[in-house]
């Protein structure tokens, strides 16, 4: 019997829950790494997403499958080039996903929750979204089924980007030398999840971090400046469900009050700076009647 690819990820979670006792230990002696309840939460979101995932799966599989028999644009042979190909269109794929992810608010409502704990440890990178098929992920990874890439291979790949990523989630690694440049390395990742106005928005890479360097988008971690881990507005919350929905809620209620169209879509779909702006007017409480300006 075939290996269902979609379950990649839950088949390495044993290899995942090494790599978090390797580093409890490691670190043993370094303090407000780990916090249990962190750590849970983190654990529950991916399992929320998982289950997620595989019902989002089994609804945009038959799209891309049509989309393949139908459009392609090319026929690969069964190749290791064609697989790399594919992991290389794909990964530049996942950095145009995370950097919109970052920018426009309908997406950050999704991935915020990765960026959510003031953490960072290998359980962190199990922090991820129950919301990502609402906010579109599966759309980013059309374009390989149309070029001419089969469906299934595009879902191990996607699959096999997350569980690369999984290994940048740490603190126990030091700077890695040439593979800075080539690819995403915990220093680079450490960067990324930090709310420091240095770091905040760069460092978008799945695998590769020369999509960072190409596009302008990369930052380099200092020893003169620790990180800050954690988003600029923090959720304070353990319970996977409600981190999971948090943001929607928000961004919900600001586009349903705001003022006008113009401030709606910015809540829905402006940078988060911009709908943090939008939100701010509304929190603004009107001044009482009498009482000049
Ligand atoms: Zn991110
Ligand atoms: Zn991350």
Redesign the pocket.
């Known amino acids: 019997m075939k290996f269902p690819v979609e379950l990649i990820l839950l088949a390495l979670v044993p290899v995942f829950l090494l790599f978090v006792a390797g580093e409890l230990w490691f670190l043993r002696r370094r303090g407000n790494l780990y916090d249990l309840r962190d750590s849970l939460c983190s654990a529950g979101l991916g399992l929320l997403h998982q289950g997620a995932d595989k019902l989002a799966w089994l609804l945009v599989l038959p799209l891309y499958g049509w989309i393949y028999q139908q459009h392609r644009l090319f026929s690969f042979p069964d190749s290791a080039l064609s697989f790399f190909l594919l992991f290389l269109g794909q990964d530049f794929l996942y950095y145009w996903f995370?950097r919109v992810?970052?920018r426009v608010r309908w997406l950050w409502a999704a991935?915020s929750v990765?960026?959510s704990s003031t953490r960072m440890n290998f359980t962190t990178a199990f922090r991820q979204s129950l919301m990502y098929p609402l906010a579109g992920m599966w759309a980013f990874w059309l374009p390989l089924a149309w070029l001419g890439f089969p469906p299934q291979q595009v879902v191990a790949v996607v699959l096999l980007n997350l569980a690369f990523q999984f290994f940048v989630h740490t603190q126990a690694v030091p700077k890695l030398g040439w593979l800075e440049y080539v690819f995403n390395t915990p220093s680079i990742h450490r960067s990324?999840h930090a709310r420091n106005p240095r770091y905040i928005d760069h460092n978008y890479a799945g695998v590769l971090v020369v999509w960072d360097r190409l596009f302008g988008t990369f930052v380099e971690e200092l020893d003169s400046e620790p990180c800050d881990y954690g988003t600029v507005k923090p959720v304070n919350s353990f319970n996977p469900l409600w981190v999971s929905v948090v943001e929607w809620r928000d961004m919900l209620l600001e586009a349903w009050r705001a003022e006008n169209w113009r401030d709606r879509l910015i809540a829905l779909f402006g940078a988060p700076e911009a709908a943090e702006r939008v939100a701010s007017k509304q929190r603004r409480v009107p001044p009482a009647k009498g009482v000049s300006a």
């Open positions: 995370h992810s970052h991935h990765h960026h990324h």
